[in-house]
């Protein structure tokens, strides 16, 4: 079945320690990114990827890291989430990295609480 | 300023109706794709339709339906027949050809009611 998938779904953390919510697609898509979700602010983006070793910023990159070392794979990096970053994230991935007709195909979301 | 506009926060629309969930959207690229997306209680995002710039002709997706005025710069999404399936948070989504990012408006919370 053609997918996006993130772990975990669900992610409980203190101040400061690092995590990594993970992200996999296997549809074979050149384009992949990150967004948060917060009420009333709509989903925006934190970084996106062009391809495998092209990386961007996008609205709210402070705080977070990616890589995309293999096609499929575009993990998010927290190095010391703060309460701030607690939101629901997505993961999403769209076959054409230069083609604004591609639509976006998203992973389930990840709910994360930074106490 | 803001990329995408949607001034709805909630809607309700009885079952069986249709109902317009407005979309304005910013850019002075002459080439770009719009997008709406449905994410229901259960929290995933779900594509539904889809309109470029160029398209002459209005979106059509099943029960989906894309009013797209360019001159106004607005991509209403049309939903017929409401089905209480269809409560849901309604987003709609621009990406431009000059850019490689894709902006979300802040969306509308739909209710059927039965």
């Known amino acids: 079945e053609a997918q996006v998938t993130q772990n975990p779904r669900y992610l409980i953390t203190v101040t400061g320690k690092k995590l990594t919510v993970t992200c996999s697609q296997n549809m074979n898509h050149e384009y992949m990114s990150w967004y948060r979700q917060d009420p009333g602010l709509g989903l925006r983006q934190i970084y996106y990827?062009?391809?495998?070793?092209?990386?961007d910023k996008g609205d709210v990159p402070e705080g977070y890291k990616v890589s995309r070392k293999e096609k499929r794979n575009f993990p998010l990096i927290l190095e010391s989430p703060s309460p701030n970053q607690t939101s629901l994230y997505f993961c999403a991935s769209s076959l054409l990295g230069n083609n604004y007709n591609s639509p976006l195909h998203f992973g389930n979301g990840t709910r994360l609480t930074v106490t | 300023a803001q990329k995408i506009t949607q001034t709805q926060p909630g809607m309700f629309v009885q079952e069986k109706e249709a109902v317009t969930l407005d979309c304005t959207y910013d850019?002075?690229?002459?080439?770009?794709?719009l997008f709406w997306y449905k994410q229901p209680s259960s929290g995933e995002m779900i594509f539904l339709i889809y309109?470029?710039?160029?398209?002459?002709q209005n979106a059509t997706e099943g029960r989906y339906s894309l009013n797209f005025q360019k001159a106004r710069k607005s991509a209403n999404l049309v939903i017929s027949a409401s089905q209480l399936g269809d409560s849901a948070m309604y987003f709609c989504a621009m990406r431009e050809n000059t850019g490689n990012q894709f902006y979300f408006g802040t969306g509308t919370s739909l209710t059927v009611i039965p």
């Open positions: 990827s062009m391809n495998v070793e092209v990386t």
């Open positions: 850019t002075s690229d002459p080439s770009y794709g």
């Open positions: 309109q470029g710039s160029y398209d002459q």
